[in-house]
C-alpha cells in the first residue's frame, strides 16, 4: 500500500506562482509513474502532468509552459511548481500514482485558487 498526502495549495493572485508537495510512504519501491489531476467545481478530474521514476514528463496542453513536474526519488516526493497561474487553474489538485502493477493511488487533495 501507498499513502499519498499533498501540501502547498492556497490562494494566488492571477499571475502569481505555487508549488504543490506529494510525500509518499508506504511500498514506494512499486510506484511506477507519479502524476497530478485537478478537479474544478462542476468539472471532470483531468490529468495535469504525470512524471516517470526515469523523469519523462507530460502535460496537458493547457499548463505547457508555466507548470513542472517534477519527483524526487530518494524523498518519496513529488512536486508541481506552478507557475502564471490563472484562474481557471483554480481546482483541488490530486496527487496519483500507479504501481508496476497497475494499483492505483490517491491523494486526499489540496485547494488551489487563483483570484485577485
Known amino acids: 500500500q501507498v499513502q499519498l498526502v499533498e501540501s502547498g495549495g492556497g490562494l494566488v493572485q492571477p499571475g502569481g506562482s505555487l508549488r504543490l508537495s506529494c510525500v509518499s510512504s508506504?511500498?514506494?519501491?512499486?510506484?511506477?509513474?507519479m502524476a497530478w489531476y485537478r478537479q474544478a467545481e462542476g468539472k471532470q478530474r483531468e490529468l495535469v502532468a504525470a512524471?516517470?521514476?526515469?523523469?519523462?514528463?507530460d502535460y496537458a496542453d493547457s499548463v505547457k509552459g508555466r507548470f513542472t513536474i517534477s519527483r524526487d526519488n530518494v524523498a518519496k516526493t513529488v512536486f508541481l511548481q506552478m507557475t502564471t497561474l490563472k484562474p481557471e487553474d483554480t481546482a483541488v489538485y490530486y496527487c496519483?500514482?500507479?504501481?508496476?502493477?497497475?494499483?492505483?493511488?490517491w491523494g486526499t487533495g489540496t485547494l488551489v485558487t487563483v483570484s485577485s
Open positions: 508506504g511500498d514506494f519501491v512499486s510506484i511506477n509513474a
Open positions: 512524471v516517470t521514476p526515469g523523469g519523462s514528463t
Open positions: 496519483y500514482a500507479r504501481s508496476f502493477y497497475d494499483t492505483e493511488f
